[in-house]
């Protein structure tokens, strides 16, 4: 073979092998490109999967929640008609009482609903002509019990009945003691502003029963009675030391029990007839 023909030969030889390696690439692009396409393809699914999937689930809610509102309105509807019928039931009964049953039921809704401030009460020219004699005169009665006090931006009734012992329950709240108690806590009562509803300063214990500002914690407002009045009998009655032990004139529990305006007068009551017992 001549040199021509080699060289022919090996011309030949490197265009074939380029052109195995052209196709052995064009191969594997054109198989990224599938594979590529599959995996997109796949995403795509996916997501329209999803998607259909998200509308689904979303039209159930709805068709739950639409359900459920046509529920709460059966409900609420039933709801109105049984109030409806209460109401007339009530009304004919108020209707058919008797003077004395219909005004002493009055009464009784004054007293649990009756607001402590300036108001009108009502009365039809029926129920004037055959008001009871005196009746009017209960009314203010029960106006008057429901009393609240105003502060600046808010309004309050709070009313404690407090209790505290001597050490020991020693009877040492006596001869003069007592009445200085007394004074000693009204003075506090002005300086920190509280009113004594009502006292009474027993031998071995003290009631009282306070109206309080919602600032004062009621536990703060008898360490502050507590303290003071232990200074001032121990300063002025020294003897009192010799017959509390370890100097302690108070014991260190308390009662505090809130009053209501239905009980206010049961425990005031209570409280100035202690000493009568």
Request: glycine content about 4%.
């Amino acid at each position: 073979m001549s040199g021509l023909d080699k060289m022919k030969a090996q011309i030949i030889a490197e265009a074939q092998d380029n052109a195995k390696e052209i196709l052995a690439q064009a191969h594997a692009q054109a198989d990224s490109i599938i594979g590529e396409a599959k995996v997109q393809a796949e995403k795509d699914a996916r997501k329209i999967i999803a998607q259909a999937e998200a509308r689904a689930e979303d039209s159930v809610k709805r068709l739950a929640s639409s359900s459920d509102m046509r529920k709460r309105k059966a409900v609420l509807e039933a709801k109105q008609e049984v109030i409806r019928e209460v109401l007339e039931d009530a009304y004919k009964a108020v209707g058919e009482l008797d003077d004395a049953a219909y005004f002493a039921m009055l009464e009784k809704v004054l007293e649990k609903y009756v607001l402590p401030e300036a108001g009108t009460i009502c009365f039809t020219e029926k129920d004037r002509k055959r008001m009871p004699q005196g009746y009017m005169e209960k009314v203010y009665e029960i106006s008057e019990k429901t009393k609240l006090t105003y502060g600046r931006g808010y309004v309050y009734s709070l009313q404690y009945h407090l209790i505290w012992c001597t050490k020991y329950r020693k009877k040492v709240l006596t001869d003069g003691i007592d009445i200085q108690c007394k004074e000693m806590l009204t003075e506090l009562a002005d300086q920190y502003s509280f009113q004594i509803l009502a006292m009474e300063v027993m031998p071995d214990h003290i009631h009282l029963l306070l109206d309080c500002r919602p600032q004062f914690m009621i536990s703060d407002m008898v360490k502050i009675m507590k303290g003071n009045l232990a200074r001032r009998l121990f300063l002025d009655h020294p003897e009192l030391k010799k017959q509390l032990w370890g100097g302690h004139l108070w014991n260190p529990s308390y009662c505090a029990v809130t009053v209501s305006d239905r009980s206010h007068e049961q425990v005031k009551h209570y409280i100035d007839s202690q000493k009568e017992r």
